[in-house]
């Protein structure tokens, strides 16, 4: 292996002394210039003042094996670079001038069974001065990251701006993603066997989900959720979350049944236009898909908590939940959704709708202090998770902070020790992993939600039981995303020096300009799962299962509740 030979920028040294460089060993402190062989050193000269030595940063390639986070840190974050095996020294170098201002060694060989690699840490956390860096080793250099008061505003900004991109049924005023109203006409439901049930209804607005134009409010809850939470944990909120977030409350609404109170799973057309389609452009028909269970509980949890962020929508808010709830204890039984015969598009299938349940007992008894619904959560298992389909931990921040005096100590401990129960298991992955994060081998369709899940899960123990290393880890999650990981991707659109680029996603691919800020699903092990990928990755370990390409929607897409978690993350931690 090479030696990382730094040039000493020593302009006095290097006047007296005529040398045009200088090189040193591997171990010499960089405080400590160090003249070459031959040199004439004058005795009686005094010492000149240690001056940083400095690289030629140009003389080093990029190294995709140094990988860390592509934005930064801040001057008190740990910071810590994954480098291969056979590193063994690194410097952190000034891009302005060279200079190489912490030099150290790295730590001991770790495997990686994500990435099956076997990988070394460079800790450079003592480094607090504000600038922009490169960490460089004898084989190359990272990608430039700065450390400052804040690397993530931009980016928190724009994880929050992506959601005005994704709104449907308005004409978009937004420079080349500008379209006219998009899906505006009468949508017919359908019967559970796909049959046109001859009812027609506006259900204009709201946020297309993804990639594809479709609106499903079991994802639509999820993000709602994340966002107004985002709000009310932030040191600084965002003010406009609570105008963004309306927009989809409203559509939200329309798609309750007046009759029942039950509420429609979805809508979309039947099939998934062409990737290249502007949203006003796609104008086959729409239709609904029947009420399900998830949906109506999911929809009566989310109005519940959104009643508290609107006073002057509240009765409207919580009357909407109230008649859902009731739908859902009028048919305990309901099964799973499934797209009716001749339906395509995004599913959100869920044979349990128990989470759901849970969610929104909890919601409405913080919001209302309905003592049926507290019997309910205290007869109903504890559940746990944030992503569509698994919601039971929103229920468990609705009931341990939202609920106050009306908590009953019993559930509050049980529902406690939960909450702290998986955020330590969270923890206890994180630490066995070299890029500490929570996935362990687990890498499928989607996990980059995980990635936020487990960070807000993390922050929400934090939020109950204070502990720095819970704002430690989520933060990692936060590098991991941003470019630590072992594709040296920074996985969110515009972020980032190798920042995803070509998402599977409508409306960037139809201009050929990517929206920013948007979060891609991420690295999925089960290639078989899109064409693109499969011919590209299989076989891959699953850290590495990930392609930046526009036709693979099982790593590379984007949805609003992958973007929702991290939005929630930075919020929360006040970036
Ligand atoms: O949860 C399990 C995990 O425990 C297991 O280890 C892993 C390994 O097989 O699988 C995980 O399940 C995966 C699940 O997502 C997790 O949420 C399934 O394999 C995977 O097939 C499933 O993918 C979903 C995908 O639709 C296909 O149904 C994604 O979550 C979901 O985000 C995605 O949603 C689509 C919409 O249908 C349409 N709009 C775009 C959107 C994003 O691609
Ligand atoms: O574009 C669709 C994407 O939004 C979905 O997540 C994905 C899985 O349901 O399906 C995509 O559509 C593809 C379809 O499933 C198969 N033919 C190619 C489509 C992509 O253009
Ligand atoms: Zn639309």
């Not at 004058?42 to 400095?54: D, H, K, L, S, V």
């Not at 046109?196 to 079991?218: K, Q």
């Not at 109506?296 to 909407?320: G, K």
């Not at 972020?495 to 139809?510: D, I, T």
Request: negative net charge; hydrophobic residues 35%.
């Amino acid at each position: 292996m090479k030696k990382l030979v730094p040039i000493l920028l020593c302009c006095c040294l290097l006047a007296s002394c005529g040398a045009p460089s200088a090189s040193e060993g591997p171990d010499t402190p960089p405080e400590t210039p160090v003249s070459t062989p031959g040199e004439q050193q004058n005795a009686t000269q005094p010492e000149p003042p240690p001056t940083p030595e400095t690289v030629e940063l140009e003389d080093f390639s990029l190294m995709e094996g140094i990988q860390l986070d592509q934005l930064g840190y801040r001057p008190s974050d740990p910071k810590i670079a994954v480098v291969p095996a056979e590193t063994l020294e690194f410097r952190v170098v000034r891009l302005t001038d060279g200079a190489s201002l912490l030099k150290g060694e790295t730590g001991a060989p770790i495997f990686s069974a994500a990435s099956l690699e076997t990988v070394r840490l460079a800790d450079f956390s003592a480094l607090t001065e504000a600038g922009e860096y490169s960490v460089v080793t004898p084989d190359g250099k990272s990608h430039p990251f700065v450390i400052s008061d804040n690397p993530y505003t931009e980016l928190r900004k724009a994880t929050l701006d992506f959601f005005e991109c994704q709104k449907c049924g308005v004409a978009l005023d937004l420079g080349v993603w500008s379209h006219a109203p998009c899906h505006t006409t009468p949508a017919a439901v359908l019967d559970a066997d796909g049959k046109p049930t001859g009812v027609e209804l506006d259900v204009s607005g709201g946020w297309h989900d993804a990639g594809d134009y479709g609106r499903y409010i079991v994802p639509a809850a999820q993000t709602v959720a994340q966002l107004l939470m985002g709000y009310e944990m932030s040191p600084n909120p965002d003010e406009d979350v609570l105008s963004v977030t309306w927009f989809e409350i409203e559509w939200m609404l329309k798609m309750q049944d007046a009759e029942t109170g039950g509420v429609y799973h979805k809508v979309s057309c039947k099939n998934f236009n062409a990737l290249d389609q502007m949203p006003d452009k796609e104008t086959a028909q729409l239709v609904i898909c029947p009420v399900s269970a998830t949906a109506t509980a999911d929809f009566a949890a989310a109005m519940a908590l959104a009643s508290r962020f609107y006073p002057e929508q509240s009765e409207t808010l919580l009357s909407a939940a109230r008649r859902a709830w009731d739908w859902c204890l009028a048919n305990p039984d309901a099964p799973g959704f499934k797209n009716p015969i001749g339906v395509v598009t995004g599913e959100y299938g869920d044979s349990s709708s128990s989470d759901e349940r849970f969610w929104a007992a909890c919601e409405l008894f913080a919001a209302t202090g309905d003592e049926t619904c507290h019997e309910y959560i205290k007869n109903a298992n504890t559940q746990t998770g944030l992503g569509w389909q698994q919601m039971g931990t929103f229920g468990i921040a609705a009931y341990l902070f939202q609920a106050g005096d009306k908590a009953d100590p019993d559930v509050t401990e049980r529902l406690r020790s939960r909450l702290i129960g998986s955020a330590r298991s969270i923890l206890d992955s994180c630490e066995t992993d070299p890029y500490g994060i929570s996935l362990g081998t687990n890498y499928y369709w989607g996990c980059n939600m995980a990635v936020g899940n487990n960070a807000m899960t993390l922050l929400l123990a934090d939020r109950l039981e204070p502990d720095e290393a819970y704002q430690k880890a989520a933060l990692e999650h936060m590098h991991y995303l941003l470019g630590k990981n072992a594709l040296n991707q920074s996985y969110i659109s515009g972020f980032g020096e190798k920042a995803m680029q070509n998402p599977h996603h409508r409306l960037s691919v139809a201009v050929k300009a990517t929206v920013p800020g948007m979060v891609a699903g991420g690295p999925n092990a089960d290639t078989s799962q899109d064409p693109k990928l499969n011919a590209t990755r299989a076989g891959e370990p699953p850290m590495k299962c990930y392609i930046d390409d526009i036709e693979s929607y099982a790593s590379n897409e984007i949805t609003i509740y992958w973007n929702s978690p991290v939005y929630f993350v930075l919020a929360a931690l006040g970036m």
